[in-house]
C-alpha cells in the first residue's frame, strides 16, 4: 500500500540529484557548475544546499581532549576588500574532528566567541600562532604559541580551500550572503567529522 516515484518530470526533486548537488558542492564545484552539469537552475541548487544545511547542527561534543590547535582563515562575502569574514574554529589533535568554529571579524570579541563554544569542554592545552588574540582569551598556563605546533590545522585550512570554491583566495566564486557562507562551512565541517 505505498507508492514510489520511478521517474521524476522535475529533476530537482530526484533524491539522487539533491546527493549530486551536495557532493559537488563539497567537492569545489560552484553554483553555477552544479547547474550546467546537473542541468539545474541556479536558483534550484542554491535552495537545494540551502535545505540540506539548514538541518546540519554545528558539531556539540562532551568531554576531554588534551591537545587541540586553533586557527583562523579569511574569505569574503560579496567584496573581496571590503567584507572579509574570518572562520575561527578548534581542532582536536588526536581525533581530526573540529569542536566548533566562528565565523566573524578578525578581533578579540571573535576570539571570546569562539572559546565560548568550547568552553563546556575539559582541554589540557591550546596551541595557536602568535595573533594576540589568542594570548588575551586563551589561559596562559594552558596555551603554547608557536607555528611549529599549528600544522594539523594549516593543512585543514588548506583542505577548505580546496574542497569549497568560495574560499579560494583567487576566484570568481564567492558567497553573495553571510547565511549561505556559514551554511555551507557549517555543511563541510559536518562532512569532515563524520567522514
Known amino acids: 500500500s505505498k507508492q514510489f516515484q520511478d521517474c521524476y518530470v522535475y529533476r530537482g526533486a530526484d533524491p539522487k540529484i539533491k546527493k549530486q548537488v551536495i557532493d559537488m558542492t ?10 550546467n552539469v546537473l542541468n539545474l ?7 537545494k544546499i540551502r535545505r540540506h544545511a539548514r538541518k546540519i547542527k554545528e558539531p556539540d561534543f562532551q568531554g576531554h581532549y588534551n591537545e ?6 579569511w574569505s569574503f562575502v560579496n567584496k573581496r576588500m571590503e567584507q572579509k ?16 568554529f566562528h565565523i566573524g571579524k578578525r578581533n578579540t570579541r571573535s576570539c571570546k566567541k569562539l572559546i565560548q563554544k568550547v568552553s563546556h569542554l575539559s582541554i589540557g592545552r591550546f596551541y595557536s600562532d602568535d595573533y594576540k588574540a589568542y ?12 607555528k611549529e605546533h599549528t600544522t594539523h590545522i594549516e593543512r585543514l585550512n588548506r583542505d577548505f580551500r580546496t574542497h569549497l570554491k568560495r574560499l579560494t583566495r583567487r576566484t570568481v566564486c564567492h558567497s553573495r550572503d553571510d547565511e549561505m557562507h556559514y551554511q555551507i562551512i557549517k555543511m563541510y565541517i559536518n562532512h569532515r567529522n563524520n567522514a
Open 68 to 73: 587541540v590547535e586553533i586557527d583562523e582563515f
Open 26 to 35: 563539497l567537492r569545489a564545484s560552484g553554483i553555477r557548475d552544479i547547474g
Open 41 to 47: 537552475a541556479p536558483s534550484s541548487v542554491v535552495d
Open 85 to 100: 569574514r574570518w572562520c575561527w574554529y578548534v581542532l582536536d589533535r588526536a581525533t581530526r574532528k573540529i569542536l566548533a
Open 135 to 146: 594570548s588575551k582569551v586563551l589561559p596562559a598556563e594552558k596555551h603554547i604559541i608557536g
